[in-house]
């Protein structure tokens, strides 16, 4: 499965874009790129996913390089509620999907 | 979106009890559930996968005999940790999907320490 790496927290202030940077440099072509978040005792909760070209709904956008080798996820205007560890994940193809969670970023937003 | 449920989310018992956690499809049948478990300021960690209708896979280091997985319909899993110890003490959730290649949806998960 491709491997990701990402930061191990960033601080955000609220109402400013939070980036969420993620590597993924041995991405197969037909990976998915998958961004979930964490909030404390909860479930994980789905937020955006993408294969090459960017996207954007109600909750964030996902930015892909050309070369799809890492990814960012933007949070346009934090609030404290996104506080949360947000995971960037490779899913692979067949094999049942299997998503494999690395550690995550820990996002801190404050006043 | 799709929901998934969660029962119960936190439960307490007795060293050498066994505990049975479910997860259900609100909306949508799954036909693949995955259990997870994760251990304080750890990430998750996947325990198994459970088709419904056959036998889970577990993965490498997972006992498959403690930790007994039924998918008995299209919308229902269930964990079982079986004779729990207080190092089996953990957050276990669980996720379903509709169809391979679409997105994973996550339960609320269930704390279980034991005592």
């Known amino acids: 499965d491709a491997k990701t790496t990402q930061p191990t927290s960033m601080d955000c202030a609220e109402g400013r874009a939070a980036n969420l940077p993620c590597n993924h440099s041995?991405?197969?072509?037909?990976?998915?790129v998958y961004w979930y978040r964490q909030i404390h005792s909860q479930g994980p909760q789905y937020i955006i996913h993408?294969?090459?070209n960017n996207e954007t709904n109600e909750m964030a956008s996902l930015i892909i390089t050309e070369d799809r080798k890492s990814s960012t996820l933007i949070l346009p205007h934090a609030t404290l509620r996104d506080t949360a560890v947000y995971y960037c994940?490779?899913?692979?193809?067949?094999?049942?999907?299997?998503?494999?969670f690395g550690t995550g970023t820990q996002l801190k937003v404050e006043l | 979106g799709a929901v998934v449920s969660q029962h119960p989310s936190r439960v307490i018992c007795k060293s050498g009890t066994s505990v049975k956690i479910e997860c259900r499809s609100l909306d949508f049948q799954a036909t693949t559930m995955f259990w997870y478990r994760q251990f304080p300021k750890q990430s998750l960690m996947l325990m198994a996968t459970?088709?419904?209708?056959?036998?889970?896979?577990?993965e490498q280091g997972v006992e498959k005999d403690k930790f007994l997985i039924n998918h008995a319909s299209l919308t229902l899993s269930t964990l079982t940790v079986t004779s729990a110890h207080p190092e089996d003490s953990s957050f276990y959730i669980c996720s379903a999907r509709r169809r391979e290649n679409e997105k994973l949806f996550f339960g609320s998960g269930t704390q279980l320490s034991v005592l």
């Open positions: 994940i490779v899913r692979p193809t067949g094999g049942g999907n299997k998503l494999t």
């Open positions: 993408g294969l090459k």
């Open positions: 041995t991405i197969s072509g037909n990976e998915y």
């Open positions: 459970s088709n419904e209708g056959s036998k889970a896979t577990y």
